[in-house]
């Protein structure tokens, strides 16, 4: 799914965040080699990147929706 976005969005970073960040290299190896040399993209492979805030992006992104749902409510 990933080799597909990238075809047709064709970014230049994609950044992973939450869980999957803390893996380190384990995750983030696999699809930074099948995107290195593909016959599908136009350009070349995008950087593939740990998120600043890491795990807790996840944790922070929840309470934004929290409380954008309240706020609305009001």
């Given at each position: 799914?990933?080799?597909?976005?990238?075809?047709?969005?064709?970014?230049?970073?994609?950044?992973i965040?939450?869980?999957?960040?803390?893996?380190?290299?384990?995750?983030?190896?696999?699809?930074?080699?099948?995107?290195?040399?593909?016959?599908?993209?136009?350009?070349?492979p995008?950087?593939?990147?740990?998120?600043?805030?890491?795990?807790?992006?996840?944790?922070?992104?929840?309470?934004?929706?929290?409380?954008?749902?309240?706020?609305?409510?009001?």
């Open positions: 799914m990933l080799a597909t976005l990238t075809t047709i969005l064709a970014p230049e970073t994609i950044v965040g939450c869980g999957i960040c803390e893996s380190g290299e384990l995750l983030r190896e696999p699809p930074r080699t099948r995107l290195a040399a593909p016959p599908h993209l136009p350009t070349s995008p950087l593939i990147t740990q998120a600043t805030l890491g795990a807790k992006a996840g944790v922070l992104e929840a309470g934004l929706v929290a409380l954008h749902a309240v706020s609305a409510g009001s």
